[in-house]
Every structure is written in structure tokens, then in C-alpha cells.
């Protein structure tokens, strides 16, 4: 566990106020534009290891064929970074809504194509018909980022049996989008729209500063839950 100093508490402050507006949807996506460049070095002093456990269980269930992914909310690219260095041979496309943080994913090569684009509600993404074997949504569905309700946008661009990949921060600051995320998965699975494959509860970042501190004075790890649901 990371200890508690001045500079990892202002550090965690500041991937949440640099980044992330929980009033308005549209500056989270400025900030996110604005403080790319930076985005990668905050994080993974924080020990960001979701993009980590996408990548391993993508790379898993791709066993070992050329697939094709879309990484939504892509980011800087750390999805495909990490699946690169497990040997992945498929090819990764990569949305996002921030023209900042993909102008540093564009700089890694590791994606096809890279596309900006705000995932909403009902409105299609800008892929046609074409069908996905793997999608993957790392840190994007949360507050001021993705609604639970564009699970159903990501599912249009989805084959029969292939899998959804996404995290989800479990901590109180949470809370409110949790249980309305819950809602949204019974929902889609009384519908048939897909099965859960696997789910695991994983570290999002070594420190969560917002949740006090435990029995012995130490500091939470910030968790996240992991779900793979397969398409029906
Ligand atoms: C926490 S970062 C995760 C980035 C990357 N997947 C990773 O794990 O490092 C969240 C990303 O979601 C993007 N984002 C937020 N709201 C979005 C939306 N509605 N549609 C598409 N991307 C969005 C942001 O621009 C940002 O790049």
C-alpha cells in the first residue's frame, strides 16, 4: 500500500479536480482534453491497474486469433498498450470523446483507427453494421462520463456471443451510479440482451483518499468492479 504523503494525497485531488467535473459531462471531457498529456504519469502513480486486468482478460478470451476490439473511452491508449506487450494480434479501434487524450493515444500506434465521438444514449455509434468480436470499456462508465443507458449503444456493434468488457469504480463516491448501473444489467439480461461470463472485483487505484481511512490508519485502495457479459 502506497503511504500517506503530501504529494500522493494532492496527486489523487487532482485526477479527481483536474478531471472530473461531477456537475457537468461536457467539462470532463474538456479536462480530459486539456490535462492528456499529464494523464498517464497521474495515473499510474496512483497505481491504475484496471487497464491491466481489461487487457489480461481480453487477451484471454481473444485465445490467441487475430479479433477485432473497439476500446471505448480508449483514452491515451493504456488498453492497448497492455495487450500489446501480452502478444495480442488482433486489431483495436479506439473512441473517445476527449480529442486530446486520442491525439496521445494516436502517438502510441497501436490502434487502426481512432475515433471522436461522445457515447450517448441512443445515438448509434458511427460504425454502420459492423459487428466487434470484443468490446472493452475501461473507466468509462461512471459519473459526468458514460450513462449506464449507452450499455445498449455498445451492444448494437457487438457479434452474437462476443463479450463486453468494462469497469466500474465500487467505492461510496459511487454509490448513485452503481445501484443504476445494477438496474441496467438486470435489465438488459431479463431481456436477453446478454449473460454475465465473468465478474471480479478488482483494484482501480492503490489509494481512495474520499473514503476516510481503516482500523489501523491506513488509506482504502479505491476498487473497481470488472464484468464480462456475452451477447446473446
Ligand atoms: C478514466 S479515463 C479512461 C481512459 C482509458 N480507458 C484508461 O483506462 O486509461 C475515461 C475516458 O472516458 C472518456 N469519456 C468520458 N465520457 C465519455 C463519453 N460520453 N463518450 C466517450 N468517451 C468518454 C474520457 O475522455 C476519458 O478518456
Same mark, same amino acid.
Given at each position: &500500500? ?143 462520463? &458514460? ?78 468492479? &470488472? ?6
Amino acid at each position: &500500500m502506497l503511504q500517506q504523503t503530501k504529494d500522493n494525497v494532492q496527486l489523487f485531488k487532482n485526477v479527481y479536480t483536474d478531471f472530473v467535473d461531477l456537475s457537468s459531462a461536457a467539462n470532463t471531457i474538456k479536462n480530459y482534453t486539456s490535462n492528456a498529456t499529464s494523464y498517464d504519469t497521474m495515473v499510474t502513480e496512483l497505481g491504475y491497474e484496471a487497464p491491466r486486468d481489461v487487457a489480461f482478460l481480453t487477451f484471454e478470451l481473444s485465445k490467441g486469433k487475430p479479433v477485432e476490439i473497439l476500446d471505448v473511452a480508449c483514452g491515451t491508449g493504456l488498453v492497448a498498450e497492455r495487450l500489446q506487450t501480452l502478444g495480442f494480434i488482433g486489431e483495436i479501434d479506439g473512441l473517445d470523446a476527449s480529442s486530446g487524450m486520442l491525439k496521445e493515444a494516436k502517438a502510441k500506434t497501436l490502434y487502426r483507427n481512432l475515433i471522436e465521438q461522445t457515447v450517448e444514449p441512443e445515438v448509434n455509434l458511427p460504425f454502420g453494421d459492423k459487428l466487434y468480436d470484443i468490446i472493452t470499456c475501461c473507466g468509462g462508465l461512471s459519473q459526468s462520463h &458514460m450513462s449506464p443507458d449507452t450499455l445498449d449503444v455498445l451492444l448494437k456493434n457487438l457479434k452474437a456471443d462476443g463479450f463486453l468488457i468494462f469497469t466500474v469504480k465500487n467505492n461510496k463516491a459511487n454509490a448513485q451510479y452503481l445501484l443504476e448501473l445494477d438496474k441496467k444489467l438486470s435489465s438488459l439480461e431479463t431481456l436477453g440482451k446478454f449473460k454475465l461470463e465473468r465478474f471480479v472485483e478488482t483494484q482501480y487505484l492503490e489509494v481512495d483518499y474520499g473514503e476516510g481511512t481503516d482500523e489501523f490508519g491506513n488509506v482504502p485502495k479505491m476498487m473497481a468492479k &470488472m464484468y464480462c457479459y456475452k451477447k446473446c
